[in-house]
């Protein structure tokens, strides 16, 4: 059974920094990406940086120079450095991984989410 566990969020002030961690665990063949999506009170889930398993990076327009994604391959861990964070970044943190399981099918999977709030 594969599993995507979150760590590393929190509160913290405008200007602050944190960094999320997402460990995919269980029987994984290989993983074609991994990322980290957000979603605010009343508004929709939106993608905020996705890592390809060749290192290829997407970012969205609001984080471009203040969030850096990266992973480890031997681990299947994927961080989220946030930096110079916004009261608007305020949201619950969900990590992401499109995996192929032993045995099954090359499928999305999703964490547990992990809150983020950063006051004014």
């Known amino acids: 059974q594969v599993q995507l566990v979150e760590s590393g969020g929190g509160l913290v002030q405008a200007g602050g920094s944190l960094r999320l961690s997402c460990a995919a665990s269980?029987?994984?063949?290989?993983?074609?990406?991994m990322g980290w999506y957000r979603q605010a009170p009343g508004k929709q889930r939106e993608l905020v940086a996705q890592i390809t398993r060749g290192g290829s990076t997407n970012y969205e327009d609001s984080v471009k120079g203040r969030f850096t994604i990266s992973r480890d391959g031997t681990k299947n861990t994927v961080y989220l450095q946030m930096n110079s964070l916004k009261p608007e970044d305020t949201a619950v943190y969900y990590c992401?991984?499109?995996?192929?399981?032993?045995?099954?099918?090359?499928?999305?999977?999703w964490g547990q989410g992990t809150q983020v709030t950063v006051s004014s």
């Open positions: 269980g029987s994984i063949s290989s993983i074609n990406y």
């Open positions: 992401n991984a499109r995996l192929l399981p032993f045995g099954g099918m090359m499928n999305n999977y």
